[in-house]
Nanobody
Framework: QVQLVESGGGLVQAGGSLRLSCAAS????????MAWYRQAPGKQRELVAA???????VYADFVKGRFTISRDNAKNTVYLQMNSLKPEDTAVYYC????????WGQGTQVTVSS
């Protein structure tokens, strides 16, 4: 079964932290670069960060130094540690492969209050 299940979102004050998790089916996760994306109301979905199977990472400029992406290959899970959150980080966060090859999951809502 092809599946992506995101969790860990919530409401947090500016400056706070959240840790998102994404459980992926083996077919999606194994050997693929994985990524987090986000979509704010009225905006297009955008790449936040990506991690390859060996651990190398890439980040969008707007999260560099604040967010950390990681993966646990044994658990088919990718994480996004988000620190120093800003109101502009408010969005629904999704995971997928770096090429967004699979159907999107339901996402997890992150709301940052000022």
């Amino acid at each position: 079964q092809v599946q992506l299940v995101e969790s860990g979102g919530g409401l947090v004050q500016a400056g706070g932290s959240l840790r998102l998790s994404c459980a992926a089916s083996v077919r999606i996760f194994s050997g693929n670069p994985m990524a987090w994306y986000r979509q704010a109301p009225g905006k297009q979905r955008e790449l936040v960060a990506a991690v390859i199977s060996g651990g190398s990472t890439v980040y969008a400029d707007f999260v560099k130094g604040r967010f950390t992406i990681s993966r646990d290959n044994a658990k088919n899970t990718v994480y996004l540690q988000m620190n120093s959150l800003k109101p502009e980080d408010t969005a629904v966060y999704y995971c997928n492969t770096r090429s967004a090859s699979y159907p999107w999951g339901q996402g997890t809502q992150v709301t940052v209050s000022s």
